[in-house]
């Protein structure tokens, strides 16, 4: 039986890594990504190389009408879509509290939140009898990451919040929802943040003494989402090394 997969943001790290570990199991693959084709056609082109099934589709998961838009070609292309992995997010550089603007505020919300609630409803209207979601949250939702990213966290939070709601309101179905909270995983999301060597600066402080791979993370977000988490829901996985 076909099992069809959108991965958000997949042209990159942890999304990349989990599109390409779920085509290696022979879900066929839409490579969602905001803006890099580039990356997008490279994980694409893997996939298709190792003998996969997979297409990329460029949509900002943040806004309806692209959301609306990308489940429609996926739906074209494969067929209904029974699995999803709400990986899309985004950080900015470290603030302090008193210093995020409105606007930061808004943009951090809708890329990791919002992007969310809209692929989950989209995954849900469109009526699979079954199925199953796994949200990318992150530690940051328990910690708060004060004087970092706050606004990153309280995202987080809120999705993990979406995850449990959503959950228990389609358990009966069944849908699954389940999320997972990395740590530090090396990514280029760090960059993005303000430090590239955050990781490494942090190592010492996590149990495990070290940060994780985007491949630790794709094979636990692999394992909730297959039928082998199949009495899993509501549930919430910390890849985070111990911390
Ligand atoms: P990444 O390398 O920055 O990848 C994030 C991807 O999301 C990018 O490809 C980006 O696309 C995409 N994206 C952002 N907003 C989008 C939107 N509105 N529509 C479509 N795509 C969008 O980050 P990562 O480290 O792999 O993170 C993946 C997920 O893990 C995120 O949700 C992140 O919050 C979470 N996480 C990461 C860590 C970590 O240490 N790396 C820890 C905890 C949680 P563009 O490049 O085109 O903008």
């Given at each position: 039986?076909?099992?069809?997969?959108?991965?958000?943001?997949?042209a990159?790290?942890?999304?990349?890594?989990?599109?390409?570990?779920?085509?290696?199991?022979?879900?066929?693959?839409?490579?969602?990504?905001?803006?890099?084709?580039?990356?997008?056609?490279?994980?694409?082109?893997?996939?298709?190389?190792?003998?996969?099934?997979?297409?990329?589709?460029?949509?900002?998961?943040?806004?309806?009408?692209?959301?609306?838009?990308?489940?429609?070609?996926?739906?074209?292309?494969?067929?209904?879509?029974?699995?999803?992995?709400?990986?899309?997010?985004?950080?900015m550089?470290?603030?302090?509290?008193?210093?995020?603007?409105?606007?930061?505020?808004?943009?951090?919300?809708?890329n990791?939140?919002?992007?969310?609630?809209?692929?989950?409803?989209?995954?849900?209207?469109?009526?699979?009898?079954s199925?199953?979601?796994?949200n990318?949250s992150?530690?940051?939702?328990?910690?708060?990451?004060?004087?970092?990213?706050?606004?990153?966290?309280?995202?987080?939070?809120?999705?993990?919040?979406?995850t449990?709601?959503?959950?228990?309101?389609?358990?009966?179905?069944?849908?699954?929802?389940?999320?997972v909270?990395?740590?530090?995983?090396?990514?280029?999301?760090?960059?993005?943040?303000?430090?590239?060597?955050?990781?490494?600066?942090?190592?010492?402080?996590?149990?495990?003494?070290?940060?994780?791979?985007?491949?630790?993370?794709a094979?636990?977000?692999?394992?909730?989402?297959?039928?082998?988490?199949?009495?899993?829901?509501?549930?919430?996985?910390?890849?985070?090394?111990?911390?």
């Amino acid at each position: 039986m076909n099992r069809v997969v959108i991965v958000t943001g997949g042209a990159r790290g942890i999304g990349s890594a989990t599109c390409l570990r779920l085509a290696a199991e022979g879900y066929q693959v839409c490579v969602n990504y905001r803006s890099n084709l580039i990356a997008a056609e490279t994980v694409v082109k893997a996939i298709l190389d190792g003998q996969g099934e997979a297409f990329c589709y460029q949509a900002d998961v943040s806004k309806e009408q692209d959301v609306i838009e990308l489940f429609d070609a996926v739906e074209e292309k494969y067929g209904q879509v029974q699995y999803l992995v709400n990986n899309a997010g985004q950080l900015m550089k470290q603030s302090r509290f008193i210093d995020l603007e409105l606007n930061r505020f808004d943009t951090i919300l809708r890329n990791n939140l919002t992007s969310c609630f809209l692929c989950c409803r989209e995954f849900i209207r469109r009526s699979p009898t079954s199925g199953s979601i796994v949200n990318v949250s992150s530690v940051a939702a328990r910690t708060g990451s004060p004087n970092e990213y706050i606004d990153y966290a309280t995202a987080k939070g809120g999705m993990d919040t979406l995850t449990r709601g959503l959950a228990m309101e389609l358990a009966s179905q069944p849908i699954r929802v389940n999320a997972v909270r990395p740590g530090f995983i090396y990514t280029e999301m760090h960059a993005d943040g303000g430090e590239p060597g955050r990781v490494d600066r942090l190592a010492p402080n996590i149990p495990m003494q070290r940060g994780g791979s985007a491949e630790e993370v794709a094979n636990t977000i692999a394992w909730l989402l297959s039928d082998d988490a199949s009495y899993v829901t509501g549930s919430f996985i910390d890849v985070a090394g111990g911390r």
